[in-house]
């Protein structure tokens, strides 16, 4: 019943190198067209660098890392904040096949240590904080030859880069190897660990670096002279769907170096000074902004954005009510979601040739094989609850849709895992763990992660959808939903609830207004989304109280796993 067929109109070519073939081809093109506006934390100092800059200075480097002996299909870790070197020394891992593996400056000494471990890294390249963190675990990992300094003076046996850099000529040339495949190793990122321990995803040399012209095409709208903002840390996978899709559609990557924690007003800010076209966000950030005292500052001359034209969100599922407030405030512009994956670019979204339809992750993008399937494999009908799944053929051929990893790379044996099944009828998927529904238009609606759906005497409830209506609601700032123990019916919904300041302060006075305000949300609940949806618990609680991941995503998981415990201890008291 599907139409889906597993053929990209973008075909894997025989030859690619993401540096030779997209920056050097720009910076022929252009010797002027800027690559990266980039600002310190405090927007004072600013630098606009071309595509020509990162053509010559990522051969340089390529020619540093080959004289330091780091060699193509070795990994490189990479940790820094948000500088230049960063995109130069990246570039320049793509350009001469060692394997680049960016991770978060978030990360303390032992989880560097673990990513060093399990990635059999060779190489660390990172800024003064992150090396000092490097070296503390050094000796527990064997593989690591080399470290590499970017800034401050680096300490004995590391290699201060700036210096090694000057020995290198600035006319110096780095051939792409010629054994350096479409399909050879590229990059590996560790997921968000949203549900356990983060995984290590290994992408080719095409799976992100070339198929992300896709996400910037369809999705960011990007192309030469827009500029686009991404609020990612480095460390991230989305971090690198920014990187890869501007630039493959010749655009500008706007840089705010902040190492501030977030705040509202400072993003308004940085929008209000620079000439951002094309802005993208998680739908945290995007809670934050709608927020009643952002909107006032919003309103003001200097709360205004300078140039935006599109934003888009992606990361968790948005709700529709914040995607109406931000039209409103911006007097026109949408919202437009995406979905992808660590493991995948962005295969699903809303897109400027459709109508965005707020709530929804919009539609599959062009070329992108992308279906729900039922537990038998079987693409299921309109309305219907089922796998988000990518078709994949028996041998992923070159015709086939590249744009998705090669497999999780296992810690302790290094052997690929694809993940790919075969299901009774004979089809083969990549099943992505997330559940949706499609709408006769082809819309794709997020219900959530397969662990995360709640099963309350036989009804399946989708937590995004109970967590989108509390937000509909003026007293609610954020909430997670999970599934709760029940001896009557096996499980039901409850919301953890963090409330608006005014809210929290009515419910501290009296206890009152507390269980007035919960049965006036259950309500509530009820009115706007199906009955057998309302949270039956509800829980308020700080916002420090929600588990998140560093990248600011709620661990659902710990929050149903707190649940049971709770549950347990309750019937052994
Ligand atoms: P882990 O795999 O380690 O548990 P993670 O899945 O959060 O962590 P990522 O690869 O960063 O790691 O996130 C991808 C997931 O984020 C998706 O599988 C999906 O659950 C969620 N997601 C991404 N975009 C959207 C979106 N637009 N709407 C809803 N959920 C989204
Ligand atoms: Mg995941």
Redesign the pocket.
């Known amino acids: 019943m599907s139409s889906v067929v597993p053929v990209s109109p973008l075909r894997l070519p025989s030859s690619f190198n993401f540096a030779s073939d997209v920056v050097d081809h720009w910076a022929w093109r252009d010797p002027s067209q800027v690559a990266l506006y980039w600002t310190d934390q405090s927007l004072s100092t600013t630098k606009q660098l071309t595509y020509s800059h990162f053509s010559r200075q990522s051969q340089r480097i390529a020619c540093l890392f080959a004289s330091l002996g780091i060699k193509q299909g070795e990994t490189a870790i990479i940790i820094a904040p948000r500088v230049p070197e960063w995109w130069e020394t990246a570039t320049a891992c793509l350009r001469s096949g060692i394997i680049l593996c960016p991770c978060t400056t978030l990360l303390v000494d032992k989880d560097i240590e673990y990513r060093l471990q399990v990635s059999h890294a060779t190489a660390f390249i990172g800024d003064a904080t992150s090396v000092a963190k490097c070296l503390k675990v050094r000796a527990t990992c064997p593989n690591l030859r080399t470290i590499v300094q970017i800034n401050g003076t680096a300490p004995p046996g590391v290699t201060d880069f700036h210096s090694a850099l000057n020995k290198i000529p600035s006319d110096a040339r780095f051939p792409v190897p010629s054994s350096l495949g479409p399909k050879s190793p590229g990059m590996i990122?560790?997921?968000?660990?949203?549900?356990?321990?983060?995984?290590m995803?290994l992408h080719t040399q095409t799976s992100y670096p070339l198929a992300h012209a896709l996400t910037g095409t369809h999705w960011l709208d990007l192309s030469p002279g827009k500029i686009y903002w991404n609020l990612s840390e480095q460390g991230?996978?989305?971090a690198a769907w920014s990187w890869l899709s501007t630039w493959n559609c010749g655009a500008t990557i706007f840089i705010h170096d902040d190492r501030l924690a977030f705040h509202p007003r400072r993003t308004l800010e940085v929008l209000n000074k620079f000439p951002i076209t094309t802005l993208c966000a998680p739908?945290t950030v995007y809670r934050q902004l709608v927020l009643d005292e952002t909107r006032r500052f919003f309103a003001t001359e200097k709360g205004q954005p300078k140039a935006l034209v599109h934003c888009c969100?992606?990361?968790?599922?948005?709700n529709e009510s914040v995607v109406r407030i931000w039209k409103e405030m911006t007097s026109g512009i949408e919202i437009f979601?995406?979905?992808?994956?660590?493991?995948?670019i962005?295969v699903?979204?809303n897109q400027k040739v459709n109508k965005v339809k707020p709530g929804s992750?919009g539609k599959p993008l062009p070329g992108v094989p992308l279906t729900i399937i039922d537990s038998e494999g079987n693409s299921v009908a309109p309305g219907a609850e089922g796998d988000?799944a990518i078709v994949v053929s028996k041998t992923r051929t070159d015709t086939d849709f590249f744009g998705f990893f090669e497999g999780y790379i296992d810690k302790s044996t290094g052997m690929i895992d694809t993940k790919i099944k075969t299901y009774p009828n004979g089809k083969i998927y990549f099943v992505?763990?997330?559940r949706a529904t499609r709408d006769e238009d082809g819309y794709f609606w997020?219900v959530?992660?397969a662990d995360d759906v709640i099963n309350s005497s036989g009804y399946r409830i989708g937590p995004?959808e109970v967590e989108s209506t509390l937000k509909l609601h003026p007293a609610v700032v954020e909430s997670a939903v999970v599934s709760s123990p029940d001896p009557q019916r096996d499980e039901v919904v409850k919301a953890f609830i963090v409330l608006t300041d005014s809210a929290t302060s009515k419910i501290r006075a009296s206890r009152a207004a507390g269980e007035a305000l919960v049965k006036e949300l259950q309500d509530f609940c009820k009115q706007n989304a199906a009955p057998y949806k309302y949270p039956r618990r509800i829980e308020f609680v700080d916002s420090g109280f929600l588990p998140k991941?560093i990248?600011g995503?709620i661990k659902r998981?710990e929050l149903k796993a707190l649940e049971r415990r709770r549950y347990k201890e309750a019937q052994g008291a």
Not at 189 to 199: A, L, M, N, R, V
Not at 313 to 318: H, I, Q, V
Not at 337 to 344: A, L, S
């Open positions: 990122f560790f997921t968000s660990g949203t549900t356990g321990p983060p995984k995803v991230w996978a989305k739908p969100g992606a990361g968790e599922p948005l979601d995406g979905y992808g994956q660590t493991e995948t962005v699903c979204a992750m988000i992505t763990g997330d997020f959530g992660r995004f991941t990248s995503k998981a």
